[in-house]
């Protein structure tokens, strides 16, 4: 009997390609991780009832949830604020499929109302030397240390496209998600962006 197997192609399709792009010199001034989730959730809480979340996320996942816009993570899974008592919650990498729930916990259920976003969101890793320099050619908000530190999430927009962005570490690394009609677009915008500097794009599988 023959084998078969899924070939996992990202959101953003052929936009973004894995390898070295623009100034080849010396290292990379942007780099680029494909983060492949197992379950990304969109997450809206009921009426009333965004405390009760906070204490359940809390006792279930174990991330200290969000009230504010800001970015938490605890292991590969994270949690982000996307606006007044919505989050978009990752679990992943892809690859530890048999340990991500294919579900919520029901004490998380309960409170919320849940949208599976895996397919229908990319997920990026952002870091480098110069990541600030890019970025800033085409976000509409401040990034400079003083004013978006690590833990800090906005929604904002980039170039005319609206994504979600956190900070994860000082080093800088960001998070970004762009909805699947836009990836391409973010794509494109990315790549001109990061050229003078060095661009480096890597399949993030074990993200």
Do not use: C
């Amino acid at each position: 009997m023959s084998e078969t197997s899924t070939l996992w192609r990202p959101p953003l399709g052929d936009a973004l390609k894995i390898g070295r792009h623009g100034r080849r010199v010396d290292r990379a001034g942007v780099t680029v991780d494909i983060v492949r989730p197992a379950r990304a959730w969109s997450l809206v809480a009921r009426r009333g009832a965004a405390d009760a979340l906070a204490i359940a996320a809390e006792q279930e996942l174990g991330l200290p949830w969000p009230k504010a816009p800001r970015y938490a993570a605890r292991g590969s899974t994270f949690v982000v604020w996307t606006g007044p008592d919505r989050w978009l919650l990752v679990e992943g990498p892809a690859g530890m499929s048999d340990s991500v729930r294919a579900t919520l916990p029901a004490g998380v259920t309960s409170h919320v109302y849940a949208t599976d976003q895996t397919d229908a969101l990319q997920i990026l890793h952002l870091s480098g030397p110069r990541l600030r320099d890019a970025l800033a050619k085409g976000v509409t908000i401040d990034l400079h240390p003083r004013s978006f530190a690590p833990g800090n999430a906005a929604i904002t927009q980039v170039s005319h496209l609206t994504v979600n962005l956190w900070q994860i570490s000082d080093d800088p690394i960001f998070g970004v998600a762009v909805a699947r009609s836009l990836a391409g677009s973010f794509a494109s915008w990315l790549t001109a962006s990061a050229a003078e500097f060095g661009l480096e794009v890597r399949d993030g599988a074990d993200i």
